[in-house]
């Protein structure tokens, strides 16, 4: 048991390691000039994709559930956590501020996450899916015609830009189909530290799943997955299990969703659609299914990489289809897990012959 807790030990603070060596990496490139502007503003987004990618893999790898309501978790949170900054942009400091907003953005789709997972999670594989998508589809188009401005006499809510009264003085923050702007503009001397922030954010992401998972609840999480009437006949309250898994990867997306809102001066919310769902499952199943570290270096490499490809103009896509091909024969093809498999053989049985000498 020591050995094991050894080795998962070792494991968490590989992945650590690793997001710490990339963001040294880009800050060293970005000092000496040698990052374009590109590349600068690809960063922040990358952050986002990131955390959502691995709050995700706790649903889809280690909960074994297809959830495509991801788009819809990070777009309550970042409407609710936008909504905040600009209602309390006069009272409070910038920095406890956007600290404040993330954690509401965190909360909001946390809360939505058990209103939606009490129902959806009795039902399994494509009916599970098709609810979340349709989840995901009704927060957008709800938000789609809502309005919100707040005055003197407070916050108030309309379906409609006429049946928004507002008193003289009074600012409309969001717009139904316009969004919300100018919310980057809140934190304008920030600017220059939010792919900081989105790391920070990132490790935060990847202990609170990787301790989850490595946890008693853990366990029984991945046993609900592995069997759930085994599950059942030893007393694990299978629905309990998958909640939380479902409750704290919502929270986690609320928490991308957060970041992203606060990176644009525009946010509109159209971009939450089911392709954004979609987009992330695709990190998640190429990075690797309950593998956290597969899923940041499979969100790097896709999301950076069309942008990367565009000089190449009408090969840009093409090359891009090859290497998600490439990607997904190397970590499912049964002929590439046996080779991994003799390499990873080959390489212990290696370090043993050194270690003996």
Same mark, same amino acid.
């Given at each position: 048991m020591k050995k094991k807790m050894n080795k998962t030990s070792k494991d968490n603070f590989i992945t650590y390691l690793m997001v710490l060596v990339i963001f040294a990496v880009v800050q060293t490139l970005s000092a000496t000039g040698n990052l374009s502007n590109l590349l600068t503003g690809l960063l922040v987004p990358l952050c986002v994709y990131i955390i959502a990618a691995v709050s995700l893999n706790l649903v889809v790898g280690f909960s074994g559930e297809l959830s495509l309501g991801h788009a819809g978790f990070m777009c309550v949170g970042a409407y609710s956590s936008a909504l905040f900054s600009h209602v309390a942009q006069d009272s409070i400091p910038a920095v406890p501020r956007l600290i404040i907003a993330i954690l509401i953005g965190a909360a909001v789709a946390a809360v939505f996450g058990v209103l939606i997972g009490i129902p959806v999670l009795r039902l399994r594989g494509d009916y599970l899916a098709i609810v979340t998508l349709a989840f995901g589809e *009704? &927060? $957008?188009n709800l938000i789609n015609i809502l309005y919100v401005g707040v005055d003197e006499n407070g916050i108030h809510v309309a379906t409609s830009s006429a049946g928004?009264?507002?008193?003289?003085?009074?600012?409309? *923050?969001?717009? %139904?189909?316009?969004? *919300?702007?100018?919310?980057?503009?809140?934190?304008?001397?920030?600017?220059? #530290?939010?792919?900081?922030? %989105?790391?920070?954010? *990132?490790l935060v992401t990847l202990f609170v799943v990787q301790n989850l998972v490595n946890s008693r609840s853990g366990r029984a999480i991945m046993s609900t997955r592995d069997n759930r009437i085994a599950a059942e006949s030893v007393g694990i309250s299978v629905t309990k299990y998958k909640l939380l898994a479902f409750t704290v990867s919502a929270a986690l997306a609320g928490v991308a969703g957060v970041l992203y809102a606060h990176n644009l001066s525009m946010l509109k919310v159209s971009i939450f659609d089911y392709n954004l769902s979609i987009m992330i499952l695709v990190y998640v199943v190429l990075g690797g299914i309950g593998n956290l570290r597969g899923s940041v270096i499979a969100t790097i490499i896709l999301y950076a990489l069309p942008?990367?490809?565009?000089?190449?103009?009408? #090969?840009?896509?093409? &090359?891009y289809a090859i290497v998600l091909i490439a990607m997904m024969l190397f970590n499912w093809a049964p002929a590439a897990r046996n080779w991994r498999s003799r390499m990873l053989e080959k390489i212990k049985g290696?370090?043993? $012959?050194k270690e003996a000498a």
């Open positions: *009704i &927060i $957008k928004l009264q507002l008193a003289p003085g009074g600012k409309q *923050i969001i717009k %139904g189909a316009l969004g *919300i702007s100018g919310t980057a503009t809140l934190y304008k001397g920030m600017k220059g #530290y939010f792919f900081l922030i %989105g790391v920070i954010l *990132i942008e990367l490809l565009r000089g190449f103009s009408t #090969y840009r896509m093409l &090359i290696n370090k043993s $012959k």
